[in-house]
């Protein structure tokens, strides 16, 4: 079947800290892989995406690549801020299956 | 564009209350789906839509209904409420839910407690 399994949390860092929040998958065909973000009192919003094997998706700082071989997408940041407190969720989308997996998702706070 | 709306924000119900939780979306996306929030569980898909007048079920789609009669538009239904549905419900949509590699667009959800 289709799941994502992401590191546990919570996660508390210092600004400037370097981040990394695993996440591995399974899938039956090829998918699409994808970080949201959900900032308190939000909905989730889409952060950086990847669809085919390495594939570094990126945004505001954030990368994660897809790693066919290791069925990972690792999220990294070199240098967090404390705008950056959220709970971060990965998550993956197959081909004709018309749904989306998510993790438990993960909080970081990013203390001053 | 407003994106993808929700409401209300806010509700309370007593177990065995009826409620429609709406959804709407301004982005003429032909894919809209329902997914509950609870701790340590992510979110699970209640229902999905592909298209108006065609609905399925997700992972969790007991106690909810759904029905989608334009492509703007995707209520749930609760029929009878129970404490179990006590959840944070998010709504979200795609342009077609056939490319997994189509972004989902979220609204800010509803919180439902139901007493």
């Known amino acids: 079947g289709n799941s994502v399994t992401q590191m546990e949390g919570p996660v508390t860092l210092s600004e400037e800290a370097f981040l990394t929040i695993n996440c591995t998958y399974t899938?039956?065909?090829?998918?699409?892989l994808f970080w949201y973000v959900q900032y308190p009192g939000e909905g989730l919003q889409l952060l950086l995406k990847?669809?085919?094997?390495?594939d570094k998706g990126s945004n505001k700082g954030f990368e994660a690549t897809y790693r066919k071989e290791t069925t990972s997408f690792h999220l990294e940041k070199g240098s967090v801020q404390v705008s950056d407190s959220a709970v971060y969720f990965c998550?993956?989308?197959?081909?004709?299956?018309?749904?989306?997996?998510f993790g438990t998702g993960t909080s970081l706070t990013v203390i001053p | 564009n407003a994106g993808v709306t929700q409401t209300p924000k806010f509700q309370v119900l007593k177990t065995g209350q009826s409620m429609t939780l709406q959804c709407a979306q301004d982005?003429?996306?032909?894919?809209m789906s329902w997914y509950r929030q609870d701790p340590g569980m992510g979110l699970r898909l209640i229902h999905y839509?592909?298209?108006?007048?065609?609905?399925d079920q997700g992972e969790v789609p007991n106690g909810y209904n759904v029905s989608r009669s334009t492509t703007e538009d995707f209520p749930l239904r609760l029929l009878s409420a129970a404490p179990s549905q006590t959840s944070v419900y998010f709504c979200?949509?795609?342009?077609?839910?056939?490319?997994?590699?189509?972004?989902?667009?979220f609204g800010p959800g509803t919180r439902l407690t139901v007493l």
């Open positions: 899938a039956t065909g090829y998918p699409s």
């Open positions: 990847a669809t085919k094997a390495d």
């Open positions: 998550a993956l989308s197959v081909s004709g299956g018309n749904q989306f997996y």
């Open positions: 982005m003429n996306h032909e894919y």
């Open positions: 839509s592909v298209g108006a007048g065609i609905t």
């Open positions: 979200a949509s795609s342009y077609s839910g056939v490319d997994p590699a189509d972004t989902q667009y």
